[in-house]
């Protein structure tokens, strides 16, 4: 892998359709590794609306969204699926992942999928190839970390999660402003939204399941954004009883996207997979095009009555 990006002469760093912290930070990590090599770099994702919350990563400002005709080598990072890349790649691509659903897409696949974030991936890779994590790269690795593992407090969490964190602690990551950012800004739209979505939000099958639908109305009266809504989802999956989160959401583009959340022995990934969606065991999502948010959500429904 590293004899190709050292052969190369234009590299684009590829972030997947709205993205995360692991997905942007693992880009970040690598875009600042680059420059230290001095190879010509470009940051791109389809997406132009990029949460505003990652705006503290390393380079955000240097983002594009025209993908360059002059790239002969393109790195993806945590995009299980090519349709995620939301472009089509002519030129070799490196492939770095942790998901389960990986397609495999890439000319090199570096998939671990015992990985908790894809941060972590490019952290083992730093390490075994001798490459100095500077404080740049650690606070870029560290977010990805903190987000994919929810501050520490996901079930994936183990040794290894808090041995690198401890590594990048270490190496200067700005563990702060990571915490500030993933974790403790809000905004009032978003709150808003969610308010909406707590008093729509119902539970079924003697409330192991716990559902949230959210219109493209509720969206424009509160001004939250797409990515607000995993938040209540997630919340929600704290009540009692509660085995299996879905959230069925009306995007401003009209497709839907369906999020998915479980605890315990559910496997969510399964049922995306059915959708053409992907992701992992307690956490995955799907999109569907041309059709209603009612039969989405209710062909769902009856595959997850399946289920649990
Ligand atoms: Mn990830």
Redesign the pocket.
């Known amino acids: 892998m590293f004899n190709a990006i050292e052969n190369a002469h234009h590299i684009v760093l590829i972030a997947h359709i709205n993205p995360d912290a ?2 942007l930070g693992s880009a970040s990590a690598m875009y600042t590794h680059l420059m230290r090599l001095e190879k010509k770099v470009t940051l791109f994702c389809v997406s132009e609306q990029i949460n505003p919350r990652l705006a503290f990563l390393p380079w955000f400002d240097k983002m594009r969204h025209q993908f360059p005709k002059s790239a002969d080598l393109a790195i993806s990072f ?1 995009c299980g699926a090519y349709k995620r890349l939301g472009v089509e790649v002519t030129c070799d691509v490196i492939n770095i992942d ?1 998901h389960k659903s990986n397609e495999a897409y890439g000319t090199i696949n570096v998939i671990d999928t015992t990985a908790i ?2 941060t972590q991936v490019l952290f083992d890779l730093f390490h075994k190839h001798d490459i100095k994590i500077n404080p740049k790269i650690a606070t870029a690795l560290y977010a ?1 970390l903190l987000d ?1 593992s929810h501050g520490f407090l996901s079930p994936k969490s183990d040794a290894r999660s808090f041995q690198m964190a401890a590594a990048l602690t270490e190496a200067k990551a700005d563990i702060s402003a990571c915490a500030q950012a993933l974790f403790h800004q809000n905004s009032l739209a978003a709150l808003r939204l969610k308010g909406m979505m707590f008093e729509q939000m119902q539970l079924l099958f003697d409330a192991r399941v716990v559902v949230h639908l959210v219109t493209k109305e509720m969206m424009a009266k509160s001004g939250g954004r797409e990515v607000d809504c995993e938040a209540a989802l997630e919340e929600s999956m704290g009540l009692p009883h509660v085995e299996l989160g879905l959230m069925v959401r009306e995007n401003r583009n009209g497709t839907i996207k369906g999020s998915l959340r479980s605890v315990g022995e559910l496997d969510v990934e399964q049922i995306a997979r059915k959708f053409g969606g992907g992701g992992h065991k307690h956490a995955a999502g799907l999109d569907v095009k041309d059709s209603p948010i009612d039969a989405v959500y209710q062909k769902l429904l009856s595959v997850i009555k399946e289920e649990v």
């Open positions: 692991d997905s945590d942790h974030s894809t990805g994919d």
